[in-house]
């Protein structure tokens, strides 16, 4: 691996970045990180990570924005709160990695042909339109969005297992009040 040295300047950091993190995570005590390592040293995808968890909360903390919101570490994150529950200073490390996800999405610093912001999106979207998610259509849409139509083809033996057996139906899922859940989003969206 090369190692890729650059030097920042502090009116390169994003003094607001931290304070952005801890409102969309709801981790508020983000700040009182010790670095002590145990996040790391507790997930178990930190050795296919670039930057290990600790490295990202630093960055947070200090600002480095595009550097945290730019690692290959935030898609990887499982979602398996080992690093949360022992962590000594009770942070929501996973809050803070779904968090920096929904702003790397936002600001569309993913990388290219990456599955997973596509997956979001087109997920959100469905919920948003049918209140329902319908993993057929959901499926249909991630591979076709990301650019690969192969990946569907060599998926369809098992979708069409699943749909066999009932799993997976080709009718697009909705609830009925879907005008209701469409206000209630657009309120939710005023209110924020």
Known sequence: ???????????????????????????EDLDRCIQCGTCSSSCPMSIYMDSPPRKIIAQVKNGFKEEALRSFTIWL??????CQVRCPAKIEITEVMYALKRKAIEEKVYPQKFPIPVLDKEMTNLIKNYGRNSELWLILRLYLKSRNPIGLLKMAPLGLKLMKTGRMSLKREAIKERKQLKDLLKFLKEAT
């Open 1 to 27: 691996m090369d190692i890729h040295r650059q030097v920042k300047y502090e009116e390169e950091l994003d003094k607001t970045f931290l304070e952005e993190i801890k409102v969309l995570s709801g981790a």
């Open 77 to 82: 994150c499982s979602s398996c709160y080992t």
